[in-house]
């Protein structure tokens, strides 16, 4: 059971380049989240999405786009990578995102801003 | 907006003995959830227990059982007969009811000494 799969494990951009960190869930969920942690503040919600085309802001999405065309994939865009965005990411997947509804965690990615 | 702290960055126990992590968080709302997430150095995010807040009943997962004191804003995670396998980070988590922002401590990270 692959779960919720992040590429890429670890990456490294310089200033002003963009990417796009890839998560996919095999589970049929339908909430998906992207999180970043940094040392000593735990886990920030980025954006979240409830469905296929739907996307929201969560707590610090500045600096990033996501996008929702499955159920599947939420990817997450970094259009001007700074160094402010060295981080670890994590994408999550649950059935609703409310209540007390299980969020299961990719491995996450490890990503350098030079 | 809701904030949870985690006072103590480090803890230690030894192989056996029980350990107790604190938790507190700050909200408005009557009607929550409760999460306790354990990370390995993998940086899997594991859920290691959940509590809603309107059940007065503690909850329990094996040697894992929390302390909720609503009243006090208070939620903590006693691990008992400490194993090696339990080193890790562990956070703390809120979510409102009807809300899909999950907000996360900064974390404890727990040494177990053989």
């Known amino acids: 059971n692959a779960g919720v799969t992040q590429t890429p494990k670890f990456q490294v951009l310089k200033t002003g380049q963009s990417m796009t960190l890839q998560c996919a869930q095999d589970?049929?969920?339908?909430?998906m989240s992207w999180y970043r942690q940094d040392p000593g503040m735990g886990l920030r919600l980025i954006h979240y999405?409830?469905?296929?085309?739907?996307?929201d802001q969560g707590e610090v999405p500045n600096g990033y786009n996501v996008s929702r065309s499955t159920t599947e994939d939420f990817p997450l865009r970094l259009l001007s990578a700074a160094p402010s965005q060295t981080s670890v990411y994590f994408c999550?997947?649950?059935?609703?995102?409310?209540?007390?509804?299980?969020?299961?965690f990719g491995a996450g990615t490890r990503l350098s801003v030079l | 907006a809701q904030t949870v702290t985690q006072s103590q960055p480090e803890m230690s126990v030894q192989e056996a003995e029980t350990v107790t992590l604190s938790c507190t968080y700050d909200?408005?709302?009557?009607?929550?959830?409760l999460f306790w997430y354990k990370q390995p150095p993998s940086r899997q995010m594991i859920l290691v227990i959940r509590?809603?807040?309107?059940?007065?009943q503690n909850a329990t997962e094996n040697r894992f059982s929390v302390n909720f004191q609503k009243a006090a804003k208070s939620f903590s995670l006693k691990i008992s007969d400490s194993q090696l396998g339990d080193a890790a980070m562990y956070f703390c988590?809120?979510?409102?009811?009807?809300?899909?922002?999950?907000?996360f401590g900064a974390g404890t990270r727990l040494t177990v000494k053989p």
């Open positions: 999550a997947s649950s059935y609703s995102g409310q209540g007390d509804d299980i969020q299961y």
């Open positions: 589970m049929n969920h339908e909430y």
């Open positions: 999405s409830v469905g296929a085309g739907i996307t």
């Open positions: 909200t408005s709302e009557s009607d929550y959830y």
């Open positions: 509590q809603e807040a309107y059940k007065q």
């Open positions: 988590a809120y979510r409102g009811r009807n809300n899909n922002d999950m907000r």
